[in-house]
């Protein structure tokens, strides 16, 4: 018997695909009785040496139905995303939008300025700026020669 590299991921990602399959196959393409994944926006996460910038996608939103909250070092976006359909005379036979509430919190890498954290909402993407605290910034230390 062959000593075999266990790999669980592969497994649940066949598994998923099975299971994808099968409600494709009851249902038809794209029309599964519930969606496993939940809709959360994508971020990216950057760096400098005064700030921390998170930027995340969540187009045909107001600003208003956002909320973005820290506790500790943890950022915290939130709100719902309301759907446009009007079922009046209309058959839908694709809808691929993600509609509904959402939440999605991040562990800042250092602590922030809680007080002077900024937001900015423009053309779909939502831009937090989050002033790194005095003591977490790095200072250049002078060598002394002997």
């Known amino acids: 018997m062959d000593i075999m590299e266990w790999k669980p991921f592969k497994e ?9 399959r099968l409600w494709d196959d009851y249902f038809g393409p794209g029309r599964r ?6 809709w959360v926006p994508s971020v990216d996460v950057s760096e400098t040496e005064d700030k921390i910038v998170v930027k995340a996608e969540i187009p045909g939103m107001d600003s208003k139905d956002i909320d973005i909250s820290l506790s500790g070092d ?3 976006i ?9 079922e009046k005379e209309e058959n839908y036979h694709l809808v691929e939008r993600s ?7 991040l562990r ?18 939502l831009t937090v700026t989050c002033p ?5 910034k790095a200072k250049p230390i002078e060598i002394k020669a002997e």
């Open 12 to 20: 649940v990602t066949k598994l998923r695909s099975e299971m994808d």
């Open 33 to 38: 009785a519930f969606k496993a994944e939940s």
């Open 74 to 76: 943890i950022l915290t």
């Open 78 to 86: 939130k709100g719902e995303k309301k759907s446009e359909r009007e």
């Open 99 to 105: 509609y509904g509430t959402f939440a999605r919190s």
């Open 108 to 125: 800042l890498p250092v602590g922030v300025e809680a007080d002077k954290i900024e937001a900015s909402y423009k053309q779909g993407v």
């Open 132 to 136: 790194k605290k005095e003591e977490v």
